[in-house]
């Protein structure tokens, strides 16, 4: 079983949008949980991380995560042809250890 | 800070060979981790090393193993290739201490092997 699933896309969005990327996970006791976004054949790059319920903004990423629903989202206002990208979301499992599941990522594709 | 450094960038090896990876993370930080990254499967944890002692692992076989030096720099080792192995290798690494799992990861540019 899938235990963090993202829809693969591609999300298309026109420049100046707002784009929103959803995840969802199936392990309740999880505690960390962090968005990637990843360019064509480069490694990924952290972009946010949230540790608690409710929203946190920087800058144009706002992550918002809601522990009850097992559901976390990524917005980007103002979406730029530069933002085009693969976005992975990744969440730590509980118990003191460090083994992170990614998801497989969404395909997000920003048009002028 | 130089970033996280994998090398080689690029392996083709051949069926029932085995094939050593290098990583050197950012320094100062001690705990490194590997993933694999496919198309089929995306991005999967496969150990991650602290203090030269192995801290964590993935659902992986045995002949996929790692080990960390003293200078933190760590190397993956798989034995007995087989075409599933062709993947993107990521090694990644955090400021981590004992005790604490500092979840922020630096990821390396991965090393692209391709088994024929």
């Known amino acids: ?112 | 800070k130089a970033g996280v450094t994998q090398t080689p960038r690029y392996l083709i090896k051949t069926r029932g060979q085995q094939v050593t990876l290098s990583c050197s993370p950012i320094s100062g930080h001690r705990s490194v981790s590997w993933y694999q990254q496919t198309p089929g499967q995306g991005l999967q944890f496969l150990f991650e090393y602290f203090s030269e002692t192995q801290r964590n692992k993935g659902n992986f076989p045995g002949r996929f193993s790692g080990r960390q030096f003293s200078n933190s720099r760590s190397e993956m080792n798989v034995s007995t290739l087989e075409l599933g192995d062709s993947a993107l290798y990521l090694c990644a690494s955090t400021p981590s201490a004992w005790g604490e799992y500092t979840d922020t990861q630096y990821f390396g540019p991965g090393t692209r092997l391709t088994v024929l």
């Open chain 1, 1 to 112: 079983q899938k235990e963090v699933e993202q829809n693969s896309g591609p999300l298309s969005v026109p420049e100046g949008a707002i784009a929103s990327l959803n995840c969802t996970y199936s392990d309740r006791g999880s505690q960390s949980f962090f968005w990637y976004r990843q360019y064509s054949g480069k490694s990924p790059e952290l972009i946010m991380s949230i540790y608690s319920n409710g929203d946190k903004e920087d800058g144009r990423f706002t992550a918002q995560l809601n522990k009850a629903s097992q559901y976390v989202s990524l917005l980007i206002r103002d979406s730029q042809p530069s933002d085009s990208a693969t976005y992975l979301c990744a969440v730590n499992r509980s118990g003191g250890s460090y083994i992170p599941t990614f998801g497989r990522g969404t395909s997000l594709i920003v048009h002028p």
